[in-house]
T-cell receptor, first 108, second 112 residues
């Protein structure tokens, strides 16, 4: 099955900093999502982005499907951005496969 | 619009007890999924239902059964709970295979 690798595993930043999270996957996909799991455990949809670039406020994402990676950019970080960010991918009839996540801590 | 609703939110079971986790979605989605999340890890698929009337095993199905009761509801049953099933369980749904998936708020299960 598809393997998903996220980096870095942990990231600690000061409020106001920018960050880039990476998701590599081992096969071509036609389904890719980014989620934020907040400190209360809720999974929040950030982007559905099997290819191309999308932006939503301070967050943006780019997926280069031919090179099998996706990037999530967070600008001007806030403490509420803390939590774990997951990338999940799928191909054809296959289900979403999750990476291990990047734990982001934003200090005031 | 509630999205994906899971019940209960928290549960403590004794080893050997049984229970059913409930999941309902109001988005008219065809596909539904059950995942588990262990501490410090990503989510792993237990079972899924691609459409009403069908169910299939995922990555970690042992010890679980599912029922797709109708298009809205997909339940997960633990017949004889074991401490290794202590986890957070998430239900998800999506309209079709190549569309965005939405998750419920999770059920935190502890087996003692």
């Amino acid at each position: 099955g598809i393997q998903v690798e996220q980096s870095p595993p942990d990231l600690i930043l000061q409020e106001g900093a920018n960050s880039t999270l990476r998701c590599n996957f081992s096969d071509s996909v036609n389904n890719l999502q980014w989620f934020h799991q907040n400190p209360w455990g809720q999974l929040i949809n950030l982007f559905y982005i099997p290819s191309g670039t999308k932006q939503n406020g301070r967050l943006s994402a780019t997926t280069v499907a031919t090179e099998r990676y996706s990037l999530l950019y967070i600008s001007s970080s806030q403490t509420t951005d803390s939590g774990v960010y997951f990338c999940a991918v799928g191909k054809g009839a296959q289900k979403l496969v999750f990476g291990q996540g990047t734990r982001l801590t934003i200090n005031p | 619009n509630a999205g994906v609703t899971q019940t209960p939110k928290f549960q403590v079971l004794k080893t050997g007890q049984s229970m059913t986790l409930q999941c309902a979605q109001d988005m008219n989605h065809n596909s539904m999924y059950w995942y588990r999340q262990d501490p410090g890890m990503g989510l792993r698929l237990i079972y899924y239902s691609a459409s009403e009337g069908t169910t299939d095993k995922g990555e970690v199905p042992n010890g679980y059964n599912v029922s797709r009761l109708n298009k809205r509801e997909f339940s997960l049953r633990l017949e004889s709970a074991a401490p290794s099933q202590t986890s957070v369980y998430f239900c998800a749904s999506r309209a079709t295979l190549n569309t965005e998936a939405f998750f419920g708020q999770g059920t935190r299960l502890t087996v003692v």
